[in-house]
């Protein structure tokens, strides 16, 4: 061992104790007659110290030739320290050196390893083993490894078994775009990897092994919007002979159990809200409810005068935002110019000032009297000092617009406190949504999703009001893990793939094992996966998934670091039978 | 929830209880008057009791119409059963049965879910989630799920952290061959899955995070020899400040912790041998020492005579087979037939029968006096009523052929205990090997490795006398783990990617990151691995992992479940920039 102790366990107790350490240099203090250097490993900082009268000639010589992030081992005594840290455990102490080897020089490191670096994004990817030894991303990476082992304890404890299921597996066209790999062995023919292990989870159940987990990577080749990432890690969960209700209760379990092991907050039941009540109040069904200005639909009071926006409208609904009647009238001409940006999509806004004094000042005086104004200000929920932002429009886009307004504002005001955690679960998710462009119904979740019973029969007529036995699990603002019963009848699925435009043919190609396992004697059963890369960095009180990831890659998909995808060899694309084929 | 209880739980406590439980139809035992069914779950079997005259009518004309694995929920009593099973855990009650759903109808399974079942191999691959209802795969999984967990909270408890290493990495022709993955974002370049997370685990030591573990899917891309899969999992990990001895005793630690925790099984301090010591006394780098027949080298009391085959030969080589002395000789004929076959390669063999009285009957007495025969007996250490089987030919080849007669004969002779435990440690490995189709050198564990330095001057005149800090840790025959220290600096690392012919543009294009790396402060480091497939086998008392490995892949590395690979959409292939190039 290098080491008799890391740099971060000595203190005062251990004053006058022999001890060897190794690390980093993190800098050096050369005052000359006095060298400081601060030693830095993954456990902390301690300071060494180099001075003229008290040491070798020879080893205070050396001290003076060592650069930043120098790897070292020192041997020495410690000693209380003249100047004391308070900022550090080890502050109160620091090592007199009475050898110092140098493991391995280095060259300087294109950025600052400091809490805040000199270093952009692009770079601190490209150089990533150096980031990581920044404090930030160093204890992200400790934080999930944290989450990750209470997950398994928990749901090991409560008779979860973790399966590992396969990773190269068979390609559907249904969904996201697979990564495919060819088969050397089997000609022309390909693997896919996992966008989940929805199908195994479900052949596990009816296998009757009643309760799997697995933290499992899992892969979508998509166009990479911000914060994607082309692999990504889900917990993923299944239960036999359960219903919706058993399902709830053991992931909120799960999720009230890290809140308060990692966090030390302990959160009430979750709040359960359907999918139409999450759009009508939030607009937006992954609600953040840290905080109110939920949305007041104004139809009633707005639409009996001769205002002709609101009367074309096929809903006008606003929301109050707290303590915001002062706003200037150039912070409201801002607030409408960021709700008519393209990214947003409003064609314009009307505003309600609630005076302090009872009265109300509105864009829209001309049409509106107090009495209107005061109805608003009832629906929306206004106090005096605030302030009523009204939008209208088609219902679902005019919902969307107010959504990211009321987030914006949320985030404007220091009402999303990332320290702050409100859980919830939207249930009753559609079972099926309408692609606007196909003018074809697809699964909301997936095509393994149970309809509700009771709306079964609407599947023929409406199926766009079908619901599902679906849910999602928020968590400020994030949609955090989803799930679902599912079908575990041969007759049902087969009705649901016929109703998602599958031909036989391709039902039976794609997915006739599953159907074929269901004819086996298949349980009820039901489950929901979270994603673990999001989960972490919210409770780690971050928006971003990035530095929970270790070896992220950038929006084109590609590790900067190891210089990958790339190139190669023809001998192996002609073992793999395979050419490339550009355009 | 579907049940109030398990079909593993109930006993005599539980008698006069309503109770709820569903699970599948094991079998019924239809009297007429009364009728039993036995229900299964993962947990266990419940008997249900169907009385003519206690049941109701409908329930029980219902319960007759029940198929083997029809899945089903019932209602009932715990009432004492008359005929008591003392063989299960619920032997002592059955349920009287009043309320009876089928949840799912089940057509007859194409093989008996029974610890000993009618199905073959191919077709239990076929309908693998019907095989995992058996106890056997399904404890096998239930185990690794234990052995997983236990490994996960051991390292965690010294601090070593999880790191999750990417999928999407880069494909390098060293050692096996990659799976890739084209990139659809990066036209004409791929993804390789990984080998292993090597140079990931390595660069996070660069990065400071001292103790990593991930248990850890790889993937290789050979031709399939019996009993490997082309995806498979590690324990891998790696430790910074550390030297060979600091890994072997954390990995001893985790081992014997495992034997303790899941088989109840203390083991002393591991044995550790040299590569040198195992192939001249196993003729083997992974020995089985369960049992003894170490080799004896027999060059000094062979050579002196006149026979012909032991003097031209560079080794003589014997091992004593306890109590084999009153073989047949119909019996030694057939040893010697199974030596000769092409898959051990022997050209014959010599055998001293020793006898109760002290003297010695051999194959070659016209040649050997009892003088000689005795020394042969001291030298293999064989007694009175053991047999001597004598090969001899160029010493590798010689040894591996007694090697395998070692192993026939203690797996013949029952010494190979599934039950009994015996770790090792095989240290000081060679650091190359000579390629005796390209007369070149090539990395016996991989070019990460570093060379012992007392041997570094060896590298330009005797390279294959070089030893490297690699060791193997070997459970029963089988290696279970091996590592070794890493280069940690750049110099180093490119002067073996010399000696292994890289040059230096090759060097460059496929590790330069690395070399890169280890320029900005690399520490000390190194680690291991283990197979998870073959450990967790093992510790199972198995040979073969297969059954431990949920959804496994046959010989051509198809999965037969789900027919994977398979062909893929022309369109797929386009967004991909390939094209299939069949010869």
Redesign the interface.
């Known amino acids: 061992?290098?080491?008799s102790h890391n740099c971060g366990e000595l203190n005062a107790s251990n004053i006058n104790t022999e001890v060897t350490l190794?690390g980093?240099v993190q800098n050096s203090n050369d005052k000359g007659f006095i060298n400081w250097v601060n030693l830095?490993?993954?456990y902390g900082i301690t300071q060494l110290l180099f001075d003229k009268s008290r040491s070798d000639e020879k080893i205070f010589e050396l001290a003076k030739t060592l650069g930043r992030?120098?790897?070292i081992q020192v041997k020495g005594t410690v000693i209380e320290r003249e100047a004391k840290n308070k900022n550090i455990p080890t502050g109160d102490i620091e090592i007199l050196v009475t050898e110092l080897n140098i493991?391995?020089?280095?060259?300087t490191?294109p950025f600052t390893i400091e809490d805040k670096t000199d270093g952009g994004e692009d770079i601190r990817m490209k150089?990533?083993?150096?980031?990581?030894?920044r404090n930030p991303v160093?204890n992200s990476?400790?934080f999930r490894?944290k989450v990750?082992?209470e997950v398994?304890k928990y749901l090991?404890d409560l008779d979860f078994?973790?399966?590992?299921?396969?990773?190269?597996?068979?390609?559907t066209?249904e969904g996201a775009?697979?990564?495919?790999?060819?088969?050397?062995?089997?000609?022309?023919?390909?693997?896919?990897?996992p966008q989940s292990p929805q199908?195994?989870k479900q052949?596990?159940m009816?296998?009757?092994?009643?309760k799997y987990f697995q933290i499992v990577?899992c892969?979508r080749?998509e166009?990479l919007r911000a914060d994607r990432q082309?692999?990504f890690?889900q917990i993923d969960c299944e239960m036999a002979?359960?219903?919706q209700?058993?399902i709830l209760n053991v992931f909120e379990g799960l999720t009230r159990h890290l809140l308060k092991e990692i966090k030390g907050i302990e959160v009430e039941k979750f709040p359960r809200i359907t999918y139409d009540y999450a759009m009508k109040t939030y607009g937006n069904d992954k609600p953040d409810i840290r905080f109110g200005m939920e949305f007041g639909e104004l139809n009633e009071f707005a639409q009996h005068k001769d205002f002709p926006v609101f009367n074309a409208a096929e809903l006008v609904v606003g929301i109050a935002v707290p303590g915001a009647g002062n706003y200037t009238r150039k912070e409201i001409d801002a607030l409408i110019d960021w709700v008519k940006r393209p990214q947003v999509g409003a064609s314009g806004m009307v505003y309600v000032k609630c005076n302090e004094d009872g009265t109300f000042k509105s864009s829209v005086d001309k049409f509106y009297d107090q009495e209107d104004l005061t109805n608003w200000a009832k629906t929306t929920g206004a106090k005096a000092g605030d302030m009523i932002f009204v939008l209208s429009g088609p219902a679902n886009k005019t919902r969307a617009q107010l959504s990211a307004l009321r987030m914006e504002l949320a985030t404007r005001l220091g009402l999303r406190n990332p320290e702050v955690f409100a859980p919830l679960w939207v249930v009753d998710f559609p079972l099926l949504e309408l692609d606007e462009e196909s003018g074809r119904y697809h699964a909301m979740h997936h095509p393994f999703t149970s309809p509700k019973p009771e709306d079964m029969a609407l599947l023929e007529t409406e199926p766009g009001k079908v619901r599902a036995n679906a849910y999602d699990m928020v968590l400020n603002g994030n949609e955090i893990g989803g799930g679902s019963i599912r079908i575990?009848?041969k007759a049902t699925q087969q009705l649901m793939f016929k109703y998602l435009g599958f031909t036989e043919e391709e039902a039976k190609a794609q997915f006739g094992?599953l159907m074929d396992?269901?004819?086996?004697?298949?349980?009820?059963h039901g489950g929901l996966a979270f994603g673990l890369d999001r989960l972490v960095a919210i409770l780690g009180g971050q928006e971003t998934i990035r530095d929970f990831?270790?070896?992220p890659?950038n929006n084109?998909?590609?590790?900067v670091?190891?210089?990958?995808?790339?190139?190669?060899?023809d001998n192996?694309?002609?073992?793999?039978?395979?050419?490339?084929?550009?355009?």
Request: charged share 30%.
């Open positions: 061992m290098y080491r190794a980093w830095r490993d993954r992030e120098f790897v493991l391995n020089a280095a060259i490191p150089y990533r083993y150096l980031d990581i030894r160093k990476l400790l490894h990750a082992m398994r090991s078994c973790e399966v590992e299921t396969p990773y190269l597996i068979k390609s066209p775009r697979d990564f495919v790999v060819p088969s050397r062995m089997n000609e022309g023919q390909f693997y896919a990897l199908t195994f052949l596990l009816v296998g009757g092994m009643d990577k892969f080749d166009d082309p692999e890690t002979f359960v219903e209700e058993d575990h009848d094992f396992a269901f004819q086996f004697g298949a349980p009820p990831i270790a070896f890659k084109s998909g590609r590790d670091m190891i210089d990958a995808p790339a190139a190669i060899d192996q694309l002609k073992e793999l039978h395979i050419k490339v084929d550009l355009v």
